[in-house]
């Protein structure tokens, strides 16, 4: 299982970015699907995660009105799409998923992750 994210970069306060995660050796349609982040010397903290249908959506009070999670299962690929960014939401990136269909932003109960991706929220 290979999970690839993608889509980071530097961008302005106010700025908007969408980070992708493209999956192989796993059919995501079934399972659900997290964000998470992680910034230098703070821990890993759930962003966002979206059911195997995509009918539960659930997001950290953080992120609430500003960012999105999307799922496209006929690519196999997971969406988080980024508005409004804050200096504070400069992070690695990271999707996750594992053999789970209730939302979650426990780590332990993702079992596989991709490599991250940086964002850089700065003017």
């Known amino acids: 299982v290979q999970l690839q994210a993608s889509g980071g970069g530097l961008v302005q306060p106010g700025g908007s970015l969408r980070l992708s995660c493209a999956a192989s050796?796993?059919?995501?349609?079934?399972?659900?699907i997290g964000w998470f982040r992680q910034a230098p010397g703070k821990e890993r903290e759930g962003v966002s995660c979206?059911?195997?249908?995509?009918?539960?959506?659930y997001n950290s009070d953080s992120v609430k009105g500003r960012f999105t999670i999307s799922r496209d299962n006929f690519n196999n690929t997971v969406y988080l799409q980024m508005n409004s960014l804050k200096p504070e939401d400069t992070a690695v990136y990271y999707c996750?998923?594992?053999?789970?269909?209730?939302?979650?932003?426990?780590?332990?109960?993702?079992?596989?992750w991709g490599q991250g991706t940086l964002v850089t929220v700065s003017s």
């Open positions: 996750a998923t594992g053999h789970l269909s209730y939302v979650t932003f426990s780590p332990s109960d993702y079992a596989y």
């Open positions: 050796g796993i059919t995501l349609d079934y399972y659900t």
């Open positions: 979206i059911s195997p249908s995509g009918g539960r959506t």
